[in-house]
């Protein structure tokens, strides 16, 4: 049998090279389905930017949250993450088709893929990123129910900035217990997440009080629970 050429080992030996660090991101999210992350890439990240800055966060409960925060999050963020895998193909195709028609590129990422950005990944828009936070929200939709899911994206996504996770936002911009959030203090802390070092919660802009009474009347909608 004839030897392998140079550049069929290289690519043998960079398929086993992904194979590899996908088995391995898999097992570390099955362990994240029942340890709690004890930090994020995104807070890791922040650290290093303002080394010092106080960091914010305290992991609390889904159940300890009051039930209008992920209403808010979903109603924000995305209206058919009870129905999804991880990736809303058809969010995709519509956003693709309005910017066929002339409207701006719009986002069409779900919680789950904002909790695997948030979690393992880096802020950006490569290709190569996209295609890895796809493949680790399938992961965790296959490996986590969609409660945890949305209790860790609770407790890592970002409210302003140093402050992650809702307890921490609770506590520094209505001094109070996530579990105490009314319906109009959940929207203003969802409708900041775009953009958490611009929109304040604390200090509302005119366009973020329209964002809150969007989501408000978004939020009946929704599911109350989340099977």
């Not at 305290?58 to 058919?80: C, I, K, T």
């Not at 945890?148 to 970002?158: D, G, K, P, S």
């Amino acid at each position: 049998m004839a030897k392998k050429s140079f550049p069929q080992k290289i690519l043998r030996l960079m398929t086993r090279l992904v194979a590899a660090v996908i088995a391995f991101m898999l097992l570390i999210v099955l362990l994240f389905r029942f340890v709690n992350p004890p930090t994020s890439a995104f807070m890791l990240a922040h650290q290093v930017e303002y080394p010092d800055q106080r960091l914010q966060q305290s992991w609390v409960a889904l159940d300890e949250v009051s039930p209008w925060m992920p209403l808010a999050v979903m109603a924000s963020e995305d209206q058919r993450f009870p129905e999804h895998w991880g990736v809303d193909f058809v969010a995709i195709r519509k956003a693709l088709s309005e910017y066929s028609a002339g409207d701006g590129l719009r986002g069409a990422s779900t919680i789950t893929q904002q909790t695997a950005k948030n979690l393992f990944l880096w802020n950006g828009r490569s290709f190569i990123r996209k295609l890895i936070e796809a493949a680790l929200a399938l992961g965790m939709e296959l490996l986590w129910p969609k409660e945890r899911i949305l209790e860790v994206y609770l407790n890592i996504a970002e409210f302003g900035p140093g402050i992650y996770g809702v307890e921490a936002a609770s506590q520094a911009f209505f001094g109070r217990s996530a579990r105490l959030l009314n319906d109009y203090q959940s929207a203003l802390l969802a409708a900041v997440l775009p953009n958490p070092k611009v929109l304040d919660a604390g200090m509302p802009s005119a366009y973020v009080q329209q964002r809150v009474s969007w989501i408000r009347n978004q939020m009946p909608r929704l599911p109350q629970q989340i099977k």
